[in-house]
């Protein structure tokens, strides 16, 4: 059964399940790494004891085959000893200190100017002795060797009279490590799946309150949005039908009232905009349900013609520049609402005698909507904060009475409802340029 770790009774914003995605991928994060490191701790710690025990059985038998080198040393110069002693059948060295039954030994016998006596067993290093430790390849098969200084005793013991070199494979060694990084592999994605599973769990179980808080949140906006549009209307009624009556209005009243009209006004656009940031937090998933195939092109244009009075009464021009029919399945209604606020917001932001070029364009992939302005523009700190709900910058804020801030929120809410995205460039002084961007139709 699949298991959304974003999913709930309700729908949830996208935002909501970006941050539970989020929280996950650093949980599985944090818990491969702390497992990935203990791994290589404890493989290391393994091979280098086995490594440790290797080098142990080494140096006890060159301890034994040092007590032979005197022996041999004299069989040597009488002549009676080969250079290498061979197995016989039953495949152990012949040698009266020792029974080795390991055929992947190898030992030598040097005097003291490391002039080689006599060897027996199988694996030979092709190296000198100027390492007591050493691990070469040979024929694709790892030897460690170890070399001993043997020493004249009791009477000289600083004299060197030869010295004992043993090499062994490590097949047997590296046959365990093997297996334990086998384990550890199989062990590894035993691991990942359930720290996978128990991460979506504990996920789950750290965002409920949280997202219980953010339901309760948006059912208080919507309910106290939908509440207050009543209330509302009645005094704007009140006050509209006071002023449609100026001879019973006391001239001192009179600016009164038109502050009130003007609160009124702007509270109602707040709320307004706060009811459709509710809504569609709500129905965000269900939107393509209601979406229709929108001809794009002219819906700009009948945008831009309803705001031409708006530009020209700030004499600002407002241009419009579309080279062919662009189509675009969403919902007319939010549509018109999202351009409404960007061109909205670029009107307000940009003086007299500024220009602002309402653009679209169609590649193989996606529809290119540009609303450049020779506006104020916007710092770089502020940049990456436009988009909050609410926020509004102190140069803005001075330059647009009775904005809610909600505007261009409302846009990114609307444009991620298409499956589209809006990025923003600007610089002081000179104006900005906001792109939406939507999926092409497909086969368009």
Request: with cysteine; charged share 25%; aromatic share 8%.
């Amino acid at each position: 059964m699949a298991w959304d770790i974003g999913s709930t009774r309700n729908a949830i914003n996208p935002q909501f399940r970006s941050l539970s995605w989020r929280l996950l991928l650093s949980y599985l994060g944090v818990m491969m790494a702390i497992s990935g490191i203990s791994m290589i701790a404890v493989y290391e710690f393994f091979a280098f004891s086995l490594y440790q025990q290797l080098d142990r059985q080494l140096l006890t038998l060159a301890d034994a085959a040092a007590h032979s080198l005197a022996e041999i040393k004299e069989e040597k110069k009488d002549l009676k000893i080969p250079n290498s002693l061979r197995l016989d059948n039953d495949g152990d060295l012949d040698l009266p200190w020792q029974n080795i039954q390991q055929p992947s030994q190898g030992i030598e016998w040097f005097d003291q100017n490391k002039k080689l006596i006599a060897k027996a067993g199988k694996v030979f290093p092709p190296v000198d002795l100027s390492h007591s430790h050493w691990t070469y390849i040979l024929n694709h098969q790892r030897i460690r060797t170890l070399t001993l200084q043997v020493k004249k005793e009791p009477q000289e013991p600083e004299m060197i009279i030869g010295y004992i070199r043993i090499s062994e494979s490590t097949e047997a060694v590296e046959i365990v490590l093997t297996q334990l990084r086998l384990g550890m592999m199989l062990g590894g994605i035993l691991v990942s799946g359930l720290t996978a599973f128990g991460g979506m769990w504990l996920t789950k179980q750290s965002l409920k309150p949280i997202e219980q808080s953010f339901e309760k949140l948006k059912q208080f906006t919507a309910d106290a949005s939908h509440e207050l549009r009543n209330p509302l209307a009645g005094i704007r009624t009140c006050v509209e039908v006071m002023q449609s009556h100026p001879e019973r209005i006391h001239p001192a009243d009179s600016d009164k009232l038109n502050a009130i009209a003007s609160a009124i006004n702007q509270m109602t656009s707040l709320v307004e905009d706060l009811l459709l940031l509710a809504r569609t937090d709500q129905d965000c998933i269900y939107f393509n349900k209601n979406c229709v195939i929108v001809p794009l092109d002219e819906l700009l244009e009948d945008l831009v013609e309803f705001l031409l009075p708006q530009a020209e009464q700030k004499k600002v021009q407002l241009i419009l520049d579309i080279q062919s029919e662009v189509k675009l399945k969403g919902d007319g209604n939010q549509l018109w609402r999202l351009f409404l606020n960007l061109i909205e917001n670029a009107i307000y932001y940009t003086d007299s005698g500024g220009k602002i070029r309402v653009s679209l364009e169609e590649g193989e992939k996606w529809i290119w909507v540009k609303i450049k302005d020779t506006g104020i523009g916007i710092s770089s700190e502020q940049l990456p904060l436009i988009f909050d709900r609410l926020w509004r910058a102190d140069q803005a804020r001075t330059r647009r009475e009775g904005g809610s801030g909600l505007g261009l929120a409302i846009a990114k809410t609307l444009a991620q409802h298409h499956q589209g995205e809006i990025t923003v460039t600007s610089e002081l002084g000179k104006g900005s340029c906001f792109v939406v961007r939507f999926p092409s139709l497909p086969n368009a």
